[in-house]
Nanobody, 124 residues
Framework: QVQLVESGGGLVQAGGSLRLSCAAS????????MGWFRQAPGKEREFVAG????????LHANSVKGRFTISRDNAKNTVYLQMNSLKPEDTAVYYC?????????????????WGQGTQVTVSS
């Protein structure tokens, strides 16, 4: 079993920044790739960013590239999502997940554990 707890969400004005954290327990964190997804009201969950077990490989969705940065600290069992230049369209519940060894980062079906999510609201 794995427990993931996201934090750091909140209300921010457009152009502002937030840093999300996802703390993991119950598994050897450094063995697994991780990802961030988000889900806006009425929309499907979509890929935001992914990171390999070592942090040596990172991927970001085109919609957030250049504004968001995923990183991890294996000593703290935590993955982060630094979000800068936030836009109203970034408003969503953000989820972190642990990636299985197979498949791409982009599909949520390739993740086996999820946190409860943290709300990010960007006002215009």
């Amino acid at each position: 079993q794995v427990q993931l707890v996201e934090s750091g969400g909140g209300l921010v004005q457009a152009g502002g920044s937030l840093r999300l954290s996802c703390a993991a327990s119950g598994r050897t964190f450094s063995n697994y790739a991780m990802g961030w997804f988000r889900q806006a009201p009425g929309k499907e969950r979509e890929f935001v960013a992914g990171i390999s077990w070592s942090g040596g490989t990172t991927l970001h969705a085109n919609s957030v590239k250049g504004r968001f940065t995923i990183s991890r600290d294996n000593a703290k069992n935590t993955v982060y999502l630094q979000m800068n230049s936030l836009k109203p369209e970034d408003t969503a519940v953000y989820y972190c997940g642990t990636k299985t060894p197979w498949g791409t980062y982009y599909s949520e079906s390739n993740y086996d554990y999820w946190g409860q999510g943290t709300q990010v609201t960007v006002s215009s």
